[in-house]
């Protein structure tokens, strides 16, 4: 024999993929227009493309999973409730605490996957998204592109005829020092790599004159290479508790915290306040789940947006303790005083 625990499980699992499914492709779709978006700026490739993609996905499922959760927890508890199969586990002896004791462990669990997503996960993939944009823009300063004047690499001008190979065909280098000294070097073929965060320009059989106001020098080289002296910032990454810590001294990163957090715990605050109204009898209530869902999910993300424009700690707290005390005040009266 299936117990309630396992009974009230299986049904909201069901409830819940068929909506979370489509809203994390419509959500992940959202966010490959942005990917797509930066494509048109910098080249990618398609393992990089899902690289990026990868980095959203925190933010997908954060986004997703609180909407899925109020509608997959009506919808379960009004199907229930329409199929008379809440009514025959009353009449059973079962207690609707003890019918309700499974979603919350649920609600719980997906409040603590929230938190772990939003606090730790959202956090580091963005900054590893700020972390690849920035590299790729450094990668953009050094794309040769053929025939084209005035190109440089660090304090070089650069300009080659094409590309064979993964090799710069016939290039030609020229700087200019101050001491009134210019130098030019032209090579047959090269290639620009990348090692340790240093760009380097290697030019192979080639010649290189150096000229002075009294001297002419010539050099012949099988191989030649030229280091991108300028200075380039690299990316520094924070830790999470320090990225957090900033939210003492930073009022746009704190009310940031103060969304996440009660974005967070969705599921566990709306639990009572949509059993409320998704616990009926088919017979003398209607089925406004629609209502329910809509109206919940809109008000909770009302509360968030103002305390990520304007939120303290205190409205914080004072928004969790009312929303608990609503939600428990509307289950006794439309609910626990009946089942």
């Known amino acids: 024999m299936v117990s309630i625990r396992s009974y009230i499980s299986v049904n909201f699992t069901k409830s819940f993929l068929?909506?979370?499914?489509?809203f994390f492709f419509i959500i992940s779709l959202i966010y490959l227009v942005q990917i797509s978006l930066l494509t048109s700026k910098i080249q990618i490739s398609f393992s990089e493309l899902l690289q990026l993609f990868s980095y959203y996905i925190p933010a997908i499922i954060f986004y997703a999973l609180p909407i899925s959760f109020i509608a997959s927890l009506s919808t379960t508890l009004l199907r229930l409730s329409a199929d008379n199969e809440l009514i025959a586990l009353f009449a059973s002896g079962y207690s609707v605490k003890k019918i309700l004791y499974p979603l919350w462990f649920i609600s719980l669990l997906f409040s603590i996957l929230l938190l772990v997503v939003s606090l730790g996960a959202m956090p580091q993939s963005k900054q590893l998204y700020a972390s690849f944009k920035h590299i790729k823009k450094e990668e953009m300063a050094f794309n040769v592109i053929?025939?084209?004047?005035?190109?440089?690499?660090?304090?070089h001008y650069i300009y080659m005829e094409g590309e064979k190979n993964n090799l710069y065909q016939n290039m030609v280098i020229f700087s200019q020092d101050r001491n009134d000294s210019?130098?030019?070097?032209v090579a047959?073929?090269?290639?620009?790599?990348?090692?340790?965060?240093?760009?380097?320009?290697?030019?192979f059989n080639g010649r290189g004159y150096t000229f002075t106001p009294n001297v002419i020098q010539q050099i012949d080289y099988e191989k030649l290479i030229?280091?991108?002296?300028?200075?380039?910032?690299?990316y520094l990454f924070e830790p999470i508790k320090i990225f957090w810590k900033k939210a003492l001294v930073d009022k746009k990163r704190e009310r940031r915290l103060l969304f996440f957090i009660f974005i967070s715990l969705i599921p566990l605050l709306s639990l009572y306040i949509i059993a409320s109204f998704s616990i009926i009898n088919p017979r003398y209530q209607k089925n406004r789940s629609f209502t329910v869902i809509g109206a919940v999910t809109l008000s909770f993300y009302t509360m968030a947006s103002i305390l990520e424009k304007a939120g303290t700690v205190y409205m914080l707290i004072g928004l969790i303790i009312i929303i608990l005390l609503l939600g428990y005040i509307f289950f006794r009266k439309t609910v626990s005083r009946f089942f």
């Not at 068929?18 to 489509?22: E, N």
């Not at 210019?182 to 070097?185: L, S, V, Y």
């Not at 047959?188 to 030019?203: Q, V, Y």
């Open 18 to 22: 068929t909506v979370f499914i489509p």
């Open 146 to 155: 053929p025939k084209e004047l005035g190109q440089k690499f660090g304090n």
């Open 182 to 185: 210019n130098q030019i070097f």
């Open 188 to 203: 047959d073929n090269g290639n620009i790599a990348k090692n340790d965060g240093i760009f380097s320009l290697s030019l």
């Open 226 to 234: 030229v280091y991108d002296t300028l200075s380039r910032t690299k």
